[in-house]
């Protein structure tokens, strides 16, 4: 592997700041090396100083995407802080029945497994109700996973046994263990590419917005910044959901707290 100096390590800190509000600590340097020095050599590149360059460069918006990609890609599994599809059950099921679309955004989705873990709540309590849910992510490489659908079964392992037998399929032969998200559930489920970071298009609104284990990533202005752009997506009486280790202190007044880490906008 190729070292990675200081003042290197310094470049890509503010590279993936700009390009997504991400704040890198010091102890994330051997992370960033690991994840980049395949790139380096793909390119033929002597140092990350070489590679650095090669993404300021113009004609390479396609590798600034891919050294987005590769520093933003986190870990998750389904049914993940499961307080929070305890929650979404609730209002569900107090929606059921409704006419008008309950919609649902994974607003930081990853590879997709807490967009399926929503839509399957949904799927068994609201009935005759319209719903979608919508997952986004920076990433356009953990976006075309998710959209596969095609997960191993240590990421399943928190999923009601119910839930795997309804909207899952078993990985047989070259697929053994592995599951597909089956196609019915697939198809109300619906991913985009959206820099949180940036202003949003016009996504919402929705009843309830999962913002889960990011803002850790921010820092505080970067918080308020993306929070506010988050906020104005929710409907009237709607509710965010962030992870359990974060908090909304001195982030944003605009949502009162309901339950640990659940917040609900003014009606």
């Known amino acids: ?17 700009d390009a997504a509000g ?25 140092s990350f100083g070489d590679y650095f360059r090669l993404l300021s460069a113009p004609q390479h918006g396609a590798e600034v995407q891919i050294a987005v990609d590769l520093l933003t ?16 059950r609730q209002q569900a099921l107090a929606a059921r029945n409704r006419t008008q679309m309950f919609r649902v955004w994974s607003a930081a989705s990853s590879s997709g497994e807490e967009a399926y873990s929503i839509a399957m ?5 609201l009935e005759t109700t319209p719903w979608e849910v919508m997952g986004s992510d920076i990433s356009t490489r953990v976006l075309a996973g998710a959209q596969r659908a095609h997960y191993s079964l240590e990421r399943a392992r928190h999923i009601p046994q119910n839930y795997l037998q309804r909207f899952c ?16 559930l697939r198809s109300r489920v619906h991913f985009r590419q959206v820099n949180l970071n940036a202003a949003l298009p016009e996504l919402g609104p929705f009843d309830i917005i999962f ?23 929710i409907k009237p009486g709607g509710y965010f ?13 605009a949502v009162k ?11």
Do not use: W
């Open 1 to 17: 592997m190729h070292a990675l100096n200081d003042t290197e390590f310094t470049h890509f800190q503010r590279f993936i700041f």
């Open 22 to 46: 991400i704040t890198l600590s010091g102890a994330k340097k051997a992370l960033v090396a690991g994840r980049l020095s395949k790139r380096l050599a793909h390119h033929h590149l002597e």
């Open 73 to 88: 890609t986190n870990e998750t599994y389904f049914f993940r802080e499961s307080k929070h599809f305890d929650f979404l």
């Open 121 to 125: 709540v949904l799927a068994d309590c």
């Open 169 to 184: 399929l078993k990985g047989r032969d070259e697929h053994e263990g592995s599951l597909l998200v089956n196609r019915q």
């Open 211 to 233: 913002l889960r284990n990011v803002m850790i990533y921010f820092n505080e202005e970067t918080k308020r910044q993306v929070v506010t752009r988050v906020l104005s997506q």
């Open 241 to 253: 959901c962030i992870g359990h280790s974060e908090s909304l202190n001195d982030i944003s007044q």
């Open 257 to 267: 707290a309901v339950a640990p880490s659940i917040y609900q906008k003014p009606a």
